[in-house]
Nanobody, 123 residues
Framework: QVQLVESGGGLVQAGGSLRLSCAAS????????MGWFRQTPGKEREFVAVISGSGGRTNYADSVKGRCTISRDNVKGTVFLQMDSLKPGDTAVYYC????????????????WGQGTQVTVSS
């Protein structure tokens, strides 16, 4: 079992920045690819960013490329999502997730999920 706890969400004005964190516990953190997803009411969970277990490979959704940076600290067991130049369209609940698969963007293959953190971007 892997337990994931997100933090760092909040209300920010358009153009602002937020840094989300996700603390993991329970298994060897570096064994897991970590992803960030987001979801708004009535829509499916959407891929945002993913990072390999070593941190050497990343991938981003086109909608956030150039505005978001995913990183991880394998010593502290934490993955981060730095979000800059935020837009109202980024408003969603953001989830971190863990999988043993390598750099996958499909939510269905992620085994473990956090409870989510709300990000609201005002115009």
């Amino acid at each position: 079992q892997v337990q994931l706890v997100e933090s760092g969400g909040g209300l920010v004005q358009a153009g602002g920045s937020l840094r989300l964190s996700c603390a993991a516990s329970g298994r060897t953190f570096s064994d897991y690819t970590m992803g960030w997803f987001r979801q708004t009411p009535g829509k499916e969970r959407e891929f945002v960013a993913v990072i390999s277990g070593s941190g050497g490979r990343t991938n981003y959704a086109d909608s956030v490329k150039g505005r978001c940076t995913i990183s991880r600290d394998n010593v502290k067991g934490t993955v981060f999502l730095q979000m800059d130049s935020l837009k109202p369209g980024d408003t969603a609940v953001y989830y971190c997730a863990a999988t043993r698969y390598f750099i996958v963007t499909r939510a269905s293959v992620y085994e473990y999920w956090g409870q989510g953190t709300q990000v609201t971007v005002s115009s």
